[in-house]
């Protein structure tokens, strides 16, 4: 297991934030031995109760893949012995109408290390009729009922969901106080990802995000990641290019070498999350800082006074070249510029150390905030 990154779910630790999303027929121990340089793989999605299994079979009657079993708890069993073990994390996607299948599968996932993911994202008409799936998100509080009677099992909880059906935040909050671990977003856009959908769970939760959708190179991916997410997901890109995967995985891990935060977020004033008050000016002139400040609760005086307490005795305090005096002020890494640079040399400080204070005022400013009352 690599060390490069300090990725953790409950007992579940992740080598890289790159995952092979559920697809139900396809992701299954056989698929698995293709993507061993992962950092999850989720098998499923299953049916586990006769009534979710009648709509699989109904949908394979259409052309659609399932997985058809009898036993099916015998089978996820069979197949969670298969891919156990060989350093990749594993979770279980799985339907139900009823509580307690869910709560034998989550006994089963832990038994494992495994996580357990409700799939709460099957949009099919079959498994809607029956008021799972998709369905499942309309009413927050039964849902949120199954992940606190799931999550009293002890294992680790996911819940996969698509973006944009109900209103995200409000469920994403209740999730999160009945005991949701990880929240897999399909961030479905009019063209491509909704990264605003990440961005605004990313700010109003501290549940691990892993972000999906239309995640198709190394741009995307890295958009993906900025916009708040813990690890991202990949489906149909997987399937078609086996070599996605690793290549993804040696990107992130280039990205994680040279800066130590391989998700760290945009500039405030070119849409990042609210990670990204951590490279913002002093909030003294008319700039979207202000508009930042104000949906995360904090006053400038408060801002400022994080930034600068945080800076005393650390490399960023001084920066006699920079526009501020400090470099708790400056810039992302990405961004030129001779001042920061010319300090950066003064204070002995490298890119990646440099990086990694940052993130670390990131984290400072961002336990000053209540989540609660982050407004989207």
């Known amino acids: 297991m690599s060390d490069l990154f300090d990725l953790k779910a409950g007992y579940v630790t992740f080598k890289n934030p790159v995952a092979v999303a559920s697809m139900a027929g396809i992701t299954d121990s056989g698929v698995f031995d293709k993507f061993h340089d992962a950092g999850l ?31 099916v708890f015998n089978l996820i069993e069979s197949e969670l012995k298969k891919v156990s073990g060989k350093g990749v994390a594993i979770g279980i996607n799985v339907r139900a109408t009823s509580t307690e299948p869910f709560l034998r599968a989550a006994e089963l996932a832990k038994k494992y290390g495994a996580i357990i993911e409700i799939n709460a994202h099957c949009r099919q008409e079959e498994m809607v009729a029956l008021g799972i799936g998709e369905a499942m998100l309309k009413d927050r509080i039964s849902l949120a009922r199954l992940v606190s009677e799931a999550k009293k099992t002890g294992a680790v909880i996911s819940l996969k969901m698509r973006s944009g059906v109900v209103d995200d935040v409000k469920l994403c909050r209740t999730l999160e106080k009945a005991g949701l671990d990880i929240i897999h977003v399909d961030a479905v856009g009019m063209r491509g990802a909704n990264l605003n959908a990440i961005k605004k769970i990313r700010d109003s939760t501290s549940l691990f995000i892993i972000g999906n959708n239309s995640i198709v190179n190394y741009e995307s991916a890295q958009a993906m990641l900025s916009a708040g997410s813990d690890m991202i997901s990949v489906a149909r890109a997987a399937m078609s290019n086996p070599k996605f995967i690793s290549g993804l995985v040696s990107y992130v891990e280039e990205q994680q070498r040279q800066t130590g935060w391989y ?86 400080l490298d890119y990646k150390e440099y990086t990694l204070l940052k993130k670390k005022l990131s984290e400072e400013i961002i336990r000053n905030i209540d989540k609660d009352k982050v407004v989207t």
């Open 41 to 71: 793989y989720i098998l499923g999605g299953y049916s586990i109760d006769e009534a979710a299994m009648g709509a699989s079979k109904e949908m394979v009657k259409r052309g659609r893949k399932e997985f058809i079993s009898d036993d």
């Open 263 to 348: 998700n760290a977020p945009s500039h405030i004033c070119r849409g990042g999350d609210l990670r990204g008050l951590t490279w913002c000016c002093p909030p003294i002139k008319d700039c979207p800082v202000h508009g930042a400040l104000a949906r995360a609760n904090l006053s400038p005086e408060k801002f400022a006074r994080i930034k600068l307490n945080f800076g005393k005795g650390t490399k960023l305090e001084r920066g006699s070249t920079t526009c501020f005096g400090s470099m708790v002020w400056c810039c992302k890494f990405n961004k030129p510029c001779y001042l920061r640079e010319e300090s950066m040399a003064e204070n002995n």
